[in-house]
């Protein structure tokens, strides 16, 4: 065999084994945050954690109304942003076809899918914290509904694309409406994929930190008045896990375990909800 | 789907139908403007914000290092130059392993491996950035600060020139640590998208250079690197406009000071983690009016960046066909 030969399988050898490396360092970097999540977490998930309100420092409590705030802004997001962004993508998938307009929308909803969430927060600042005069859970909630509607107008389109024209051809052929072939033939079949986004756009602002911080504030007391600042993991987090206090820092780490893992499970349980029913097609 | 389209009433009396159709079109099309309205409100009401400090400062906000909120003094070029500097190592981070991986997935891995590994990376892109954060002060920071940066200081920094950038105290927080953790971020995002940038190269093409005995290196350098160029800078690009934005993890490492300095080891401050830490605090319009003409510099970059990297995947999109 000539050196060439022998240069160029050693060439491939070194290249393939790089890429290796490269696959095992991502999942390696995935094992130690959670790894770091766990070790330090663990011993903050106690009852206390779930019932008691963030303490001041030096006494003890929980992340009670940080946890409840955290679930009420997102499921309030997700009920605004869900609907807007399911129907600007119908718009985009049923009436889409040979419209100008279309395709600069669709260029518009992903400049906005990736644009940092900290300049969503600094536009609902201005447009409702300074024009009501305070920090509220409902500014924090519209942040957040901003950066829902893009996701859901991506995977909404990506899905409604999915379905065979057959299939609404042959609901127009019956005398249906455009409309209602949408609404029970395209809806009912991209259903699942549907929902999937959503959940994936719930899971995505569930962890949100920079919007929330100018919108919702902070709380340190449980609150369910939609009006004034409430509390929420990310935040609290992030102010528990800078301060010098050590059972601060404890909290913020049990939060941080809580609010992960919470995000792990809803982004498998999406995907395995996507998948299911679909195997061996 | 048990019923069948029989058993659902679809039919309706023709002026019903249309004024029904004329309804949901136009609800749909009102939903989907609202997402151009977005965009625009943002823009404008950023740079409506941003008026009273730019009328000030003029065209030096962008040139001047000063920012003193007590003499209201204020100027955006630390920041800007730590977010530009940040994601560059970000960049250098998270490119070669996230090329690696879709390297790996497309062409090395086993089928039935491809869709767990490719599900892994995704749950990396899922972590939220406030835990990475947090994973960044209380583990990368000392670790680097313990062993990485003594080292780099001790070789590279010995040498006249691109030495004086690994200069000075091992400190842990600074500018290179959070470009390191900004290049774990991105990573997820680039590999994702080069996997699928990818996979759109036609197998036949592959299979051929493979035919004539091509190694599997070869073939990724000679047919699929040449034929989704475009594509894997694309996704690249998309990286960087999350490197640039990206706000939680960067606060926390960065060590927030507002200065420029030659070692990539010292702190900075970007412009994100500047907003995070400071808007809340900031009194005085003109101090307020600053960090929002930040925000909007920061909006004009990543926009820029973002609509290249779009318009670089429509166009590979467009060759392959899909």
């Known amino acids: 065999m000539s050196p060439l030969y022998w240069r160029r399988r050693a060439t491939n050898a070194v290249v393939m084994t790089l890429a290796l490396g490269a696959t095992a360092l991502g999942l390696v970097w995935l094992v130690l945050v959670l790894w770091t999540l766990v070790a330090n977490g663990v011993a903050a998930i106690t009852p206390s954690l779930f019932v008691e309100s963030t303490p001041p420092p030096g006494s003890s409590g929980g992340l009670a109304n940080a946890i409840y705030g955290s679930i009420v802004m997102t499921a309030a997001a997700t009920l605004i942003g869900a609907p807007v962004g399911i129907l600007a993508g119908t718009y985009l998938a049923e009436y889409g076809a040979g419209s100008r307009i279309a395709p ?19 536009f609902v600042y201005e447009v409702m914290v300074l024009k009501m005069g305070h920090f509220s859970a409902w500014a924090g909630a519209t942040a957040l509904a901003i950066i829902v509607v893009p996701v859901v107008v991506r995977t909404t389109e990506d899905m409604l694309n999915l379905v065979p024209t057959a299939l609404r051809e ?93 995000i792990l499970i809803l982004n498998i349980a999406a995907r395995l909800f996507a998948a299911w029913g679909s195997f061996g097609r | 789907m048990t019923d069948t389209v029989s058993s659902l009433d679809l039919s309706g009396t023709p ?18 403007f609202l997402v151009l309205a977005i965009l625009a409100a943002v823009i404008l ?27 209201d003094e204020f100027g955006a070029l630390a920041p800007i130059y730590g977010t530009l500097i ?14 690696g991986i879709a390297v790996f997935i497309t062409e090395l891995c086993p089928t039935w491996l491809k869709r767990p590994i ?15 954060g947090i994973w960044g002060l209380f583990v990368l920071a000392p670790f680097l600060q313990r ?3 003594p080292f780099l200081i001790d070789t590279v920094g010995t040498i006249p020139g691109i030495g004086a950038l690994f200069r000075g105290p091992p400190l842990g927080i600074g500018i290179f640590t959070a470009g390191i953790i900004l290049g774990i971020m991105v990573l997820p995002f680039i590999a994702s998208i080069t996997r699928d940038v990818f996979e759109t190269v036609p197998p036949i093409l592959k299979e051929s250079a493979y035919g004539l005995g091509a190694t599997t290196w070869e073939v990724v350098r000679s047919v699929v690197v040449p034929y989704t160029r475009v594509g894997i800078v694309g996704g690249v690009m998309l990286g960087l ?59 004009l970059i990543t926009f820029a960046v973002l609509s290249l990297a779009k318009l670089m995947l429509l166009r590979l999109q467009q060759r392959a066909g899909t």
């Open chain 2, 15 to 32: 002026r019903r139908r249309t004024f029904g159709d004329r309804l949901f079109k136009a609800t749909a099309a009102g939903f989907a």
């Open chain 1, 170 to 262: 042959a609901a127009a052929a019956l005398g249906a409406p455009k409309w209602r072939v949408i609404v029970f033939i395209a809806y009912r079949a991209a259903m699942q994929g549907m929902l999937t986004g959503v959940m994936l756009a719930f899971a995505r602002i569930a962890g949100e930190t920079a919007p929330l911080l100018f919108t919702a504030l902070n709380n340190q007391f449980f609150s369910t008045d939609m009006n004034a600042p409430m509390a929420n993991l990310p935040v609290v987090i992030f102010q528990f896990a800078m301060s010098p206090y050590v059972d601060w820092q404890s909290l913020a780490w049990g939060g941080a375990l809580l609010i992960t893992v919470a």
């Open chain 2, 147 to 149: 062993h990485v940066q």
């Open chain 2, 45 to 71: 009401t950023l740079a409506d914000g941003a008026l009273p400090a730019l009328r000030e400062f003029g065209i030096g906000f962008v040139a001047t290092e000063e920012w003193d909120p007590v003499l």
């Open chain 2, 118 to 132: 490719g599900v892994l990376i995704e749950l990396l892109a899922a972590i939220p950035s406030i835990i990475y």
């Open chain 2, 241 to 299: 406009g999350r490197a640039l934005g990206e706000t939680m993890a960067v606060t926390f490492v960065v060590g927030n000071a507002h200065r420029i300095d030659t070692s990539l080891f010292a702190p900075g401050t970007t412009i994100s983690a500047a907003l995070a830490n400071e808007f809340t605090e900031a009194v005085g319009d003109l101090y307020l009016s600053s960090l929002i003409a930040l925000g909007f510099i920061l909006f």
């Open chain 1, 104 to 122: 600069v929308i669709r260029f518009v909803n992903d400049i906005l899918l990736s644009a940092p969430s900290i300049i969503i927060g600094l």
């Open chain 2, 86 to 99: 940040t994601s560059v190592i970000a960049m250098l981070v998270g490119i070669p392993v996230a090329f």
